[in-house]
């Protein structure tokens, strides 16, 4: 069964903790916290002590995806702050060996492990990291806003990244422009978590939004 993970991108940030109650689905969804510093991505969004005010209030598994330039600067403070995975963008790091680092900086502290890429960055680039990666992370979007349409080249990249998984544990999760649609191709294509924003976030049902995703 696929997971969803509602992004908080979408909620109200003055009421986070009555809205992540709302999408509660039974403890089965994770919380998609997107994190934008207004370099990497040209959006601001939040930080590390609103994840530790929200892990404060919720026992759902926290998937947090860094949209930052150099996410080895702020990598403790987002452990600390109770991620419970960690995605950074390979197109933020300037080396195999960087990104190595972070890797196992990730693992040494107990969290899951995941690198993300943008639409334009093919899966050869986190090919070298895979044995050692828990999730990725295919942006079906450019990074740094919600409600955009989703790029269906992502799928390709589903694919390719589930026909060459052979036995890795690597759970594959696609971002951006998911709704029931989108969400069946992606399905269909192998992917096994489906984050999503406004769709679920704007629906006047959220459990029922949730549901018509998986
Ligand atoms: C975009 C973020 C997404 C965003 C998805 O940069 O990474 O997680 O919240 O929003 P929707 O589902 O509305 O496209
Ligand atoms: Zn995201």
């Given at each position: 069964?696929?997971?969803?993970?509602?992004?908080?991108?979408s909620?109200?940030?003055?009421?986070?903790?009555e809205?992540?109650?709302?999408?509660?689905?039974?403890?089965?969804?994770?919380?998609?916290?997107?994190?934008?510093?207004?370099?990497?991505?040209?959006?601001?969004?939040?930080?590390?002590?609103?994840?530790?005010?929200l892990?404060?209030?919720?026992?759902?598994?926290?998937?947090v995806?860094?949209?930052?330039?150099?996410?080895?600067q702020?990598?403790?403070?987002?452990?600390?702050a109770?991620?419970?995975?960690?995605?950074?963008?390979?197109?933020?790091?300037?080396?195999?060996?960087?990104?190595?680092v972070?890797?196992?900086?990730?693992h040494?502290a107990?969290?899951?492990?995941?690198?993300?890429?943008?639409?334009?960055?093919?899966?050869?680039?986190?090919?070298?990291?895979?044995?050692?990666?828990?999730?990725?992370?295919?942006?079906?979007?450019e990074?740094?806003?919600?409600?955009?349409?989703?790029?269906?080249?992502?799928?390709?990249?589903?694919?390719?990244?589930?026909?060459?998984?052979?036995?890795?544990?690597y759970?594959?999760?696609?971002?951006?422009?998911?709704?029931?649609?989108?969400?069946?191709?992606?399905?269909?294509?192998?992917?096994?978590?489906?984050?999503?924003?406004?769709?679920v976030?704007?629906?006047?049902?959220?459990?029922?939004?949730?549901?018509?995703?998986?």
């Open positions: 069964m696929v997971k969803i993970a509602p992004s908080v991108l909620a109200d940030f003055a009421h986070l903790k809205d992540i109650d709302t999408i509660y689905d039974g403890g089965k969804s994770w919380i998609h916290y997107d994190v934008m510093d207004g370099h990497f991505v040209p959006n601001i969004s939040f930080g590390y002590s609103i994840l530790s005010n892990r404060a209030v919720t026992d759902l598994f926290i998937d995806h860094l949209m930052i330039t150099d996410p080895g702020y990598l403790d403070e987002f452990i600390n109770g991620a419970d995975l960690i995605t950074f963008h390979i197109e933020a790091v300037s080396s195999v060996q960087e990104a190595r972070l890797i196992q900086r990730i040494d107990g969290c899951l492990a995941s690198i993300s890429i943008k639409p334009g960055t093919d899966v050869e680039a986190i090919k070298p990291f895979l044995d050692d990666l828990d999730m990725v992370l295919v942006m079906s979007v990074p740094g806003f919600g409600g955009q349409s989703f790029n269906p080249a992502a799928l390709d990249k589903i694919t390719e990244l589930k026909e060459i998984r052979n036995g890795r544990r759970l594959i999760e696609v971002d951006g422009g998911i709704n029931e649609n989108t969400a069946n191709l992606c399905r269909g294509a192998g992917a096994d978590v489906l984050v999503a924003g406004s769709y976030f704007k629906a006047e049902n959220r459990q029922e939004a949730i549901d018509s995703l998986k």
